[in-house]
């Protein structure tokens, strides 16, 4: 039973001192309508500018597509050629009317090489018609929350009306990689498919940047070079949004330089050991204490030239008996007012109630001891 909590905090600044010290604490500058840089692994944001504008998102748009397509369908799933789909121009696979493809090729023709003509075959087959899969697009992103969001066609060349925002291409993209089947194709940088097409990425940061994931590139004159790009370093996933860079070197330069920035500011560390005593509580019928320890090591991604709060809420004494791994208090790690960390504290030793007589002989050394000290005071000399 816990009698007297008592907190106890210290700043954990040594946190930084197994990863190198970030270069800069300003984040590069890009040149785009939009961009973000958000933390995977917690979901903060690090670096966002008109994130919530509303531009073109060219093939972008193929996100809600793809999720749609996985959500309605199954990748074996056999889709007959039909509708505008062999009719759509710029990048394609050149399908045939009547032709008859999987879906999960279909899918990797949307997502690696961005094919119109798959989007359309896919948007026919879900849907029924088009306009009707355009109405699935736009309520399913009102169910996501995408409230800067509005689709006009599966595929995402320009069209009045079609548009989308730098926060909501992050958000539609964190749901798509919840996909195991998303994530595999997102990743690979080609491949072969039905009728002996062969697949080629436009995302240059597979074959560029270390660690990238994936996931989704677009263009078009009114959209200009935009991507949303994900990539892992050190137990640490970073996620970049350019929209409407000048030119396609330019955009992989500034997601590229989001990301190191990102990394470079950012780690997973460890926040609490399972090594260390975080406190001790007094045990009864005697002068001796029971450490507290952390019951597992925990690690968290902090931003790392930023100082932690560590928390601890422990008992002044317990109440024996005392079993190993008993929860008797518990450690917070803070970054601000977040919590970035928990784990209970327990006892590593299993300490039993004493016997009657070890109790009686603690009373008795206890009360010749306060009769010692009443006489000391009592004494002239």
């Keep these: 039973m816990l009698r007297r909590i008592v907190l106890l905090a210290g700043l954990l600044a040594a946190l930084a001192s197994a990863q190198a010290a970030p270069a800069s604490t300003s984040p590069p500058a890009v040149d785009a309508r939009a961009a973000l840089l958000v933390d995977g692994n917690t979901g903060e944001t690090l670096f966002s500018d008109n994130p919530d504008r509303r531009l073109p998102m060219a093939s972008l748009t193929k996100l809600m597509t793809a999720l749609l397509t996985m959500e309605n369908t199954k990748k074996d799933d056999v889709v007959r050629v039909a509708g505008p789909a062999p009719s759509v121009g710029e990048s394609t696979i050149n399908l045939q009317k009547g032709e008859r493809l999987p879906v999960g090729d279909l899918l990797q023709a949307a997502l690696i090489q961005s094919a119109n003509d798959a989007a359309y ?20 992103a009102h169910e ?11 595929d995402g060349l320009d069209t009045p009306g079609h548009y989308s925002s730098a926060q909501d291409i992050y958000t539609l993209a964190r749901v798509d990689m919840q996909h195991a089947f998303f994530r595999r194709v997102v990743k690979r940088t080609g491949g072969e498919i039905a009728g ?31 991507q949303i790009a994900a990539a892992e370093r050190d137990g640490v996933t970073m996620y970049a949004v350019i929209l409407g860079s000048p030119t396609r070197g330019r955009r992989n330069r500034d997601l590229a330089s989001l990301l190191d920035w990102g990394f470079g500011h950012y780690g997973e560390v460890m926040v609490i050991s399972d090594t260390k005593q975080y406190a001790t509580a007094k045990l009864p019928y005697s002068d001796g204490t029971v450490p507290l320890v952390a019951a597992d090591r925990v690690k968290a991604s902090v931003r790392l030239d930023y100082p ?8 002044a004494a317990v109440d024996l008996p005392v079993q190993e791994g008993d929860k008797l208090g518990e450690v917070l790690i803070y970054d601000g007012d977040k919590v970035v960390a928990r784990e209970p504290l327990v006892s590593p030793l299993t300490i039993s109630k004493p016997s009657l007589v070890t109790r009686v002989r603690w009373y008795a050394g206890r009360a010749l001891d306060e009769a010692g000290d009443m006489l000391s005071s009592l004494s002239p000399f």
Aim: overall charge positive.
């Design 121 to 140: 075959a896919l948007a026919t087959y879900v849907g029924g018609t088009v306009p009707k899969f355009v109405r699935m697009m736009n309520q399913r």
């Design 144 to 154: 996501l929350g995408l409230d800067h969001t509005h689709y006009v066609v599966p």
């Design 196 to 226: 002996g097409r062969t697949l080629h990425t436009w995302n240059d940061l597979l074959k560029t940047y270390p660690g990238t994931i994936g996931i989704k590139t677009g263009h078009t004159d009114l959209a200009g070079w935009s």
């Design 308 to 315: 932690l709060v560590e928390r601890v809420v422990a008992p």
